[in-house]
Nanobody, 129 residues
Framework: QVRLVESGGGLVQAGGSLRLSCEVS????????MGWFRQAPGKEREFVSG????????SYADSVKGRFTISRDNAKNTVYLQMNSLSPEDTAVYYC??????????????????????WGQGTQVTVSS
């Protein structure tokens, strides 16, 4: 059973920063591509960022490039999303997702939600103006 648990969400003022964490249970984290998605009220879930299991390949949505940074610590089975220069438009529930990518290579970074195998429960991020 693979379980993803997000943490680090909260309320922050515009221009502030938050770091989200996602801890993954299971023995094969090192072969999981990881992604962060978000869903704002009334909107569809959208891709935010992803990282291959090698840690060398990353991908970002245009809306967060230059502000968000994804990273992973395979020793801790954890993926992080550092979010800087937050704006009210970043307000959403943020979800962590995992894809068993052993057949795809360490540089594989899926960007579609349907490609992921496992999901966390989400953590709320609220940015006030």
């Amino acid at each position: 059973q693979v379980r993803l648990v997000e943490s680090g969400g909260g309320l922050v003022q515009a221009g502030g920063s938050l770091r989200l964490s996602c801890e993954v249970s299971g023995r094969t984290f090192t072969t999981y591509a990881m992604g962060w998605f978000r869903q704002a009220p009334g909107k569809e879930r959208e891709f935010v960022s992803g990282i291959g299991w090698s840690g060398r390949s990353t991908s970002y949505a245009d809306s967060v490039k230059g502000r968000f940074t994804i990273s992973r610590d395979n020793a801790k089975n954890t993926v992080y999303l550092q979010m800087n220069s937050l704006s009210p438009e970043d307000t959403a529930v943020y979800y962590c997702a995992a894809k068993n990518a052993i057949l795809y290579g360490g540089s594989y970074v899926p960007a579609r939600s349907g490609e992921y195998d496992y999901w966390g429960q989400g953590t709320q991020v609220t940015v006030s103006s």
